[in-house]
């Protein structure tokens, strides 16, 4: 009885340990999807395809792939100019989305940066957002 008792209290610490620890990357991609559902997703769609001719894609986008803060620079400011990405011409505007937080924007570049293909070794804080921002 006292062995499982002690067995149990040992597990549980595991567990919180582990929460406690999550590796702030996945966890800042995991809200960056939210972020990404509700103000990306509607011009470069659910898996980061876009639409060709109007929405460039990011998934494997090489706009960004060599430098991947060019993402927030892109939220911050908007993008208005003829871009090629993947060997595709888009001239379209971006509205930019300053409004969004440090940190959701932080958030949503470590999403994009690392999904549907795309893989990033770098994690964008909202630290340099901030800095961004000037
Ligand atoms: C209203 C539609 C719209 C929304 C919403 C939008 N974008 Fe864009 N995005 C565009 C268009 C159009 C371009 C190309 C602009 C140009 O041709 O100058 C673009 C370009 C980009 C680029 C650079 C090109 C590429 O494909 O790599 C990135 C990165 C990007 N957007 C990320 C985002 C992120 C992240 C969000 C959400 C925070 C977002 N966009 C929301 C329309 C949108």
Known sequence: MKKIAVASVL?????????????????SIKRGKEV???NCMSCHQENGEGIEGSFPPLAKSDYFQKDPKKIITVILKGLN?????????????MPEQSYLSDEEIADVT???AN????KSK???TPAQVKAARK
């Open 81 to 93: 100019e003829e871009i090629k990405v993947n060997g595709k011409t888009y001239n379209m505007m």
């Open 36 to 38: 990404y559902d509700n």
């Open 11 to 27: 597990t549980i610490s595991v567990i919180m340990f582990s929460a406690f620890v999550q590796n702030p990357k996945e966890a």
């Open 115 to 118: 999904s549907w293909g795309n």
């Open 110 to 112: 470590n999403y994009v």
């Open 122 to 124: 770098a994690i964008f």
